[in-house]
């Protein structure tokens, strides 16, 4: 493996998925079970499950994932980091030279799902990094889901699909001015708690 220095356009995300509820496993294994992950190197811990490959796939498997467990109606709750051209990045598991038809969107962009989410954008090595942020949360506003400001993240209440929707454009078009992006975020759908 070799460091390609911030310029590889590797993208990747270190997720966890949070079923609140006892039925927890079925509900994890299902979602993997209707998720095709081909078209990404996926490896599963303890704690995390991390995904590397096209940022098109990325995107596509993470949100599907989350659509297939939140769509059983349990308390689902995700957290992850999205990252591009990390400089310590290397340039081994990953499938790079897949096409970039995604393979979750016929089974994913029917399923209707509430919920919220928190996203905090990273553009590293920048020092106008906070005007990126607000073009983006700008942008966010005209994507189809509500946004809100929250300490140290922005606030996207809506569709999941427009939510993913929204982080992966967000993502992009740092991503194209910007060889290091990391984007944090968190999603929840079902909670029985009321928004604030």
Not at 37 to 52: A, F, P
Not at 185 to 190: C, D, G, H, L, P
Request: net charge negative; aromatic share 8%.
């Amino acid at each position: 493996m070799s460091n390609d220095c911030g310029t590889s356009r590797i993208a990747g995300c270190q997720f966890t998925l949070h079923p609140m509820t006892d039925k927890f496993v079925d509900v994890i294994l299902g979602a993997l079970e209707e998720v095709d992950t081909t078209n990404v190197w996926k490896d599963t811990d303890d704690v995390s499950t991390c995904i590397r490959g096209k940022m098109v796939h990325i995107f596509d498997v993470t949100k599907a994932i989350f659509l297939h467990a939140a769509k059983t109606g349990e308390h689902v709750a995700m957290s992850g980091t999205f990252s591009i051209g990390c400089p310590g990045d290397s340039s081994g598991d990953v499938y790079m030279d897949v096409t970039d038809e995604v393979l979750n969107e016929v089974k994913s962009k029917d399923i209707s799902q509430k919920a919220g989410c928190k996203f905090a954008l990273y553009p590293m090595g920048r020092e106008d990094y906070m005007d990126k942020i607000y073009e983006q949360i700008d942008l966010s506003k005209a994507r189809g889901v509500d946004v809100s400001a929250s300490h140290y993240a922005t606030r996207l209440d809506g569709e999941v699909n427009d939510i993913f929707h929204t982080l992966e454009e967000s993502f992009d078009k740092v991503q194209e001015k910007v060889s290091h992006v990391t984007m944090t975020f968190t999603i929840s759908a079902n909670s029985p708690s009321t928004k604030k």
